[in-house]
């Protein structure tokens, strides 16, 4: 504050130096041509002092060059010369003229000077506001992804041990009952049948962390953008049948049918990825929706070229504002929404695997309702292909 204060005299008294030097330079420069040059250039010379003055230095220093102005025009420039009173009226009149012109110009200008600052200085306290404004909102952002962050973190981890933890106890403890058996003296602690039956629990839950595993690998190479298609000309009925086959046993309590427009073409694509999308949303369709009732595959010609899959169950259906945000990844986990749906507790990757193989086909994915506004439909279409896509 003290240095800005010493800024301002300094500056004041570098304005009033420049009008007394100005005007004399003024002077000196044009009385040796005073038989050769009018009063009215005399005049507009002194006005111009006046004027950067009043550009350069403000209101004050102008109305310094302005009073030194008239008094120097009528010494030195109107008659009687070299004295400070004038003869003729006409004289006065220009004199006062002058003076008039002078402050009144040299006014103008220090305002316009200053409203010229005040709109500088409220430029730059909108870019401070501006800076404030960003950084405040970066450092609420940066909040705001770091709070998601430990939440995504903390569900994922308790999604993630659910998912380990359940098959590996139910592998573990199917194995301890059959090392207590091996070593126990009774051969006939497990007959055939039970050994049968956690042999297969086994191999049922040694599967289900394979996926496990499948998944979150297949997940991130999605991110990451290093998926590869591996195009053939498939037809339709190749692949619902290769992803039906896969789905036995997630849907012996269903009855699947399958509902196929005749004629459709054969299509250009990564038919083990597709029916990799159809088998993730026939595991939803049947974890979903009750025992016994009917899920629909559908296909169908679409409009540009484009083959439509739908897979349509008769469960409970998805509430419209949820629709969207099944596709992310990992949304069981971390959305209290799916819970109020009824749904099994889960990592939620099957749906953002099956969003990320057809987007990587050019095609789109989207939910809406089964017939008659009940169920779940979720839809898929991927484009049919052509010859250079062979290539």
Not at 145 to 152: A, G, I, K, P
Not at 198 to 206: A, G, M, S
Not at 261 to 269: G, Q, R, S, Y
Request: with cysteine; net charge negative.
């Amino acid at each position: 504050m003290r240095y800005e204060w010493v800024e301002k005299i300094n500056r004041r008294i570098n304005g009033y130096v420049f009008a007394i030097v100005g005007v004399a330079i003024v002077i000196a420069a044009l009385v040796p041509f005073r038989g050769r040059i009018n009063s009215t250039t005399v005049a507009l010379t002194l006005l111009l002092i006046v004027l950067f003055s009043a550009a350069g230095w403000g209101s004050k220093p102008a109305l310094l060059a302005s009073l030194l102005g008239v008094l120097c025009f009528n010494f030195f420039f109107l008659p009687p010369i070299y004295r400070l009173t004038i003869e003729d009226p006409q004289n006065w009149v220009a004199l006062a003229v002058f003076f008039i012109t002078a402050i009144t110009a040299g006014r103008l200008s220090s305002s316009a000077k200053r409203r010229a600052e005040e709109a500088e200085a409220r430029r730059r306290e909108i870019e401070r506001l501006y800076q404030d404004y960003r950084v405040a909102y970066d450092r609420a952002k940066q909040a705001e992804v770091f709070e998601q962050s430990e939440r995504l973190k903390s569900a994922l981890l308790d999604a993630v041990t659910h998912d380990l933890r359940t098959p590996l106890t139910s592998i573990k403890a199917s194995v301890t009952t059959m090392l207590a058996e091996v070593e126990s003296e009774d051969p006939l602690a497990l007959d055939q049948e039970s050994r049968r039956e956690f042999l297969e629990v086994i191999d049922e839950e040694t599967d289900r962390l394979n996926r496990f595993v499948e998944n979150l690998v297949e997940l991130a190479r999605i991110e990451a953008g290093a998926m590869r298609l591996r195009r053939r000309w498939s037809s339709v009925e190749e692949i619902i049948a290769l992803a039906r086959q896969r789905t036995i046993s997630l849907t012996k309590n269903h009855r699947l049918v399958n509902v196929l427009e005749n004629e459709l073409p054969v299509a250009h694509l990564d038919a083990e990825l597709i029916a990799e999308v159809l088998y993730s949303l026939l595991d939803n369709a049947t974890k979903y929706s009750p025992s016994g009732t009917i899920v629909r595959i559908v296909a169908e010609r679409a409009p540009n070229d484009m083959i439509k899959f739908s897979i349509e169950d008769e469960g409970r259906g998805i509430p419209p504002e949820l629709r969207e945000r099944v596709f992310d990844k990992f949304f069981r986990a971390t959305d209290d929404g799916a819970a109020s749906l009824g749904r099994p507790k889960g990592l939620g990757m099957g749906l953002a695997i099956a969003r990320g193989i057809v987007e990587a086909h050019g095609g789109q994915i989207g939910i809406e309702s089964g017939e008659n506004g009940g169920g779940t439909r979720i839809s898929f279409k991927v484009p049919i292909g052509d010859e250079d896509l062979a290539q």
